[in-house]
Structures are given as C-alpha cells and as structure tokens.
C-alpha cells in the first residue's frame, strides 16, 4: 500500500511542498496547489493512515472560529520525499544521457553527411571520359 499512496496523484505535491514549509494548514495547501478541497482532503487522509503526514488541530478559544488542521511530515514523510528526489534525479540523468546520445548521433550524421558531399563533389568534378 506505501508505493500505491506514493504513486497517487498529488501525493508528491503535497510531501514536497510539507517539506518546503514544515508545516501548513488545510487551507495554505489548498490555495498553493490549487486542487479542489474534496480531492485534497482525501489524500491527506491517505497520507496520514500511511504515516506519511501527522495532522495537528488547532486549539481554539470558544470565539466560535472552526479549528484550522495543520499538517506536516513524519520521519517516513520526510523518507519519502527523499525517493521522489533520486528519483527526480534518475529522471534528470537519463535525459541527460539521452540528451548527450542524440547530439553524438546527430553530430556523426552531420559529419557524415559532410563526407557524402565532399565524395559527390570529386565525383561530379572528376568526370570519367571514354
């Protein structure tokens, strides 16, 4: 069930940007993701019965205000993000090396194309008489 969670859409906005601010309430996520709060809510939900987010309420005085629910990563949260970063960086390396494959192929197609011209000009120069 961890790697479902973690493949989950949002999941990794959410654990990146509790990681980037330590903590935030329901409605600071809200408004840096821009997800619809049903959505938001259930992943948070989610992430928290997998131990990934702690969730704190509020304490309120009795002014009548609804208690806000702060959230931030566990120490598996926090592991967690530490995945999506090799994993961002396993992205970054293969697009790399794949980045510096097609310029050796295009640079040796190039080069080669450069010697079939050169050939077809000595060609055409050097014209065979009977």
Do not use: H, W
Not at 1 to 29: C, R, T, V
Request: net charge neutral; hydrophobic share 30%; with cysteine.
């Amino acid at each position: 069930m961890f790697l479902k969670i973690l493949s989950k859409s949002n999941a990794k906005e959410i654990l990146m940007l509790l990681n980037e601010y330590d903590e935030l309430y329901f409605g600071q996520i809200q408004k840096e993701l821009d997800k619809p709060k049903s959505n938001l809510s259930r992943i948070l939900s989610e992430l928290q019965e997998e131990s990934l987010v702690n969730k704190r309420t509020e304490e309120t005085d009795d002014d009548g205000r609804i208690p806000k629910n702060y959230y931030s990563l566990t120490n598996l949260g926090k592991m967690a993000v530490e995945i999506y970063q090799k994993e961002d960086k396993m992205v970054k390396e293969k697009e790399k090396k794949s980045n510096d494959l097609t310029t050796c192929i295009i640079g040796n197609n190039n080069q080669n194309i450069g010697n079939i011209n050169i050939n077809n000009n000595f060609m055409s120069n050097n014209s065979f008489q009977k």
